[in-house]
């Protein structure tokens, strides 16, 4: 649905007006347009001393053939030539015009807190130099994997810092951290990537874990999906539907599933993109059965499940019925497990397969008239968290996206006041769109994001609900 106060900040009246009644500004924010380079504009690289994952981030933004800055630091300058990179020196003294897209800071040679004021020296002369839609990613180690108590203390700091620059950074721009883990930073480019392209619009202040992984994928980049095929139930509208389409563009043969009454609708998605549609309800008790089988039968197997279909049934808990209760919670997360068991046990899933679920904000901060959904959607978190270790040992991995307010049906149906606070009550002042959370399940769904396992990454612009 159309957000027409996003539209009127963006016309030269709406603009000035805004400008000087001190109203919430959301820009147009910088979509993927296919055919577009990953990032388009400046890059400023910089690391501390001791720093372990800057040779891996140059062969990155050599592959995307970013134009590279830095700082005058030899070691970040000798590591980038050594990956193949050609780094431009910039003193922000002498050219004060330069502006950048992005700042790429490799944070991981940090061992004590004392230590963190390079982070500083980073960013500070930089802060006012980004453009519109900018970027900020931080990589570090995960603190759980540090050696000393003083190591952990300090890469955790970061955390804070990294979610304090996302509210700073305006104008559409975002801040991630990324905490790679011994071994993996081979694993961190498609990460990389998302987060440096426009395709991770409506996504900030994450913290991502990397994780290391034999799978190495050769792939082409423009069709990374190409010869898989996807599962994703509650396919035929909303925030599915734009899920089945983007796994369709990456080149996956998509199943799209819905309940028979929109099987029309399905249809209508699937035959767009060249899929196939399969009409079942997901909670009927031989659903995980028949998916197993149709799967099985006309693919031979599955390589990404997108567990998308979800409802909403809203009332205080003295008021819901049970029926309410059990609904929610049958589709949102009961009937997850079971098709999620039944594929495994009958061994479904193809090797370096990913299991993507759409859980909430809501599962994170709870929703006042939602404890049936909140629970359901916090319940998709721990499966995520609990399953990731063990499909981890069938080189399968599991994550989930969080949503926040996205411009669907559901979000429609919402009364007005309730509706306006959720669009602007997150640092990009607007709703996220479908496409939104589909590029994450894309980012997911890569061959080349083996090493992105139990990981939640809320789409949600920085939502101040649960942050
Ligand atoms: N829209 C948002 O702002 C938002 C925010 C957070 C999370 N989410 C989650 O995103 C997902 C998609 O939401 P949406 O906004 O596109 O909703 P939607 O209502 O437009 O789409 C949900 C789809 O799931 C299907 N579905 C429902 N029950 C089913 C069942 N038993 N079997 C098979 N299919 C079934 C529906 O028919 C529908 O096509 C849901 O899991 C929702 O909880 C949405």
């Avoid at 016309?11 to 000087?20: A, C, D």
């Avoid at 970061?158 to 990324?178: I, M, N, P």
Wanted: glycine fraction near 8%; aromatic fraction near 6%; include cysteine.
């Amino acid at each position: 649905m159309s957000d027409r106060y996003t539209q009127f900040a963006n016309s030269p009246l709406g603009r000035m007006l805004i400008k000087n009644l001190g109203l919430p500004a959301p820009l147009n924010l910088d979509r993927f347009q296919a055919g577009e380079p990953v990032i388009n504009g400046a890059v400023l690289l910089g690391a501390a001393p001791g720093a372990v994952l800057t040779a891996g981030i140059a062969r990155t933004l050599k592959n995307i053939q970013a134009e590279v800055h830095s700082y005058a630091q030899d070691q970040v300058v000798k590591t980038a030539k050594e990956a193949g990179l050609g780094v431009k020196v910039w003193n922000p003294e002498v050219d004060t015009e330069q502006k950048f897209k992005a700042l790429v800071f490799d944070a991981s040679g940090i061992t004590r807190s004392d230590d963190l004021v390079q982070v500083y020296h980073f960013f500070h002369p930089v802060m006012r130099k980004l453009v519109e839609s900018s970027r900020i990613i931080i990589l570090g180690l995960p603190p759980e994997a540090c050696t000393t108590p003083r190591q952990a203390t300090a890469q955790r700091a970061l955390e804070g810092f990294t979610r304090s620059l996302g509210k700073e950074v305006k104008k559409g721009g975002a801040a991630q951290l990324v905490y790679v883990a011994q071994d993996a930073d081979k694993q961190a480019e498609s990460t990389l990537r998302f987060f440096l392209s426009p395709r991770s619009a409506y996504v900030s202040a994450q913290v991502v874990r990397i994780s290391a992984s034999n799978t190495e994928a050769a792939l082409d980049w423009n069709k990374p999906l190409a010869g898989k095929v996807a599962l994703v139930t509650g396919a035929s509208r909303g925030i599915g539907e734009a899920i089945a389409k983007t796994l369709a563009r990456d080149g996956a043969h998509v199943v799209g599933l819905d309940i028979p009454a929109l099987s029309d609708d399905l249809r209508v998605v699937t035959s767009m993109i060249g899929g196939s549609a399969l009409a079942l309800d997901i909670t009927a008790g031989d659903a995980p059965a028949k998916i197993a089988d149709y799967l099985k039968s006309n693919h031979g197997g599955v390589d990404i499940i997108v567990h998308n279909a979800g409802v909403t049934r809203d009332k205080t808990l003295a008021n819901m019925t049970q029926q309410q209760w059990d609904m929610v919670m049958n589709i949102n997360l009961c009937s997850e497990e079971r098709i999620n068991d039944e594929l495994l046990a009958q061994n479904v899933i193809r090797e370096n397969g990913r299991v993507i679920c759409v859980s909430s904000i809501s599962g994170i901060a709870g929703n006042m008239g939602q404890s049936n959904y909140g629970m359901s959607k916090a319940g998709v978190i721990g499966m995520v968290q609990s399953m990731a270790p063990l499909l981890y040992a069938k080189n399968i991995t599991i994550n989930a996206v969080a949503p926040g307010f996205i411009e669907t049906a559901m979000t429609a149906a919402i009364p007005f006041a309730i509706r306006e606070a959720g669009r602007r009550m997150n640092s990009m002042s607007q709703g996220g769109l479908p496409i939104d959370v589909a590029e994450t399940i894309a980012w997911y769904a890569s061959p080349a994001s083996a090493g992105v396992n139990g990981n939640i990454v809320r789409v949600c612009g920085q939502s101040l609900i649960g942050a």
